[in-house]
């Protein structure tokens, strides 16, 4: 299926590795000239070089980072045509175990950074009349997760920005939606302790998922074919939601 997103410019945060990587991946391989933002600037080079995108070293757990990462894509490529924003999830938590600071920094690092990116780059998307947003959250938004206190919680508030917002941009051509990962194979996946073959086991595809077929939901997404799909929370999880 042809995208049509030949030539358009797209910034993904999160892109040196993970469902970041594999979304940037996908978007290069339909066409689009990819600007990747990461902190760690060996990690993120190295991936740029392997799709052939733009990296851009930006830290972005603080507001500081976060704008100059703005610049610096702007600098670049312009404003982009298409955005995808994904950030690693926050610290493992029950609710006894969150604390005040643990609230502040895990709602900068979601919430607040998926506000600013909207900030910077929705308005000239409408200008344009044309624009895509996507923004990777969790599963664990919709159907809640042992231990992820922080991710429930401020995922789910990020849907309600995403379907409010796509109702107030949707007759200027800008789509936004976000998708939902289950249990895909990333370095964060593998972090959480989890046994894996059980978790496998109790998927309906009985299996993990893999980062490209995630990437390949964004960039769907972010095409000329999904032109009427916004305010929408997708989720790619192989089955394990159950709920409509």
Known sequence: MNLDINGRTALVTGGSKGLGYASAEA???EGAKVAIAARTEETLTKAAKIIDAVPIVANLSDRTGVLACIDKTRETIGNPDILVINTGGP?????????????????DQLFHFTIEMLNAFLEPMKEKGWGRI??????????PVANLLYSNALRAGIHGLVNSVATEVAGHGVTINAVMPGFIMTDRMTGLGLDLDNVAQSIPAKRMGQ???????????CSERATYITGQAIACDGGLLQGI
Do not use: K
């Open 27 to 29: 978007l290069v391989r």
């Open 134 to 143: 996507v923004v990777i959250t969790s599963f664990a938004a919709q159907e």
């Open 211 to 221: 980062p490209s077929e995630l990437g390949d939901l964004v960039a769907f997404l």
């Open 91 to 107: 610290a493992p938590a029950t609710f006894a175990q969150t604390t005040p600071d643990g609230w502040r920094e895990a709602t």
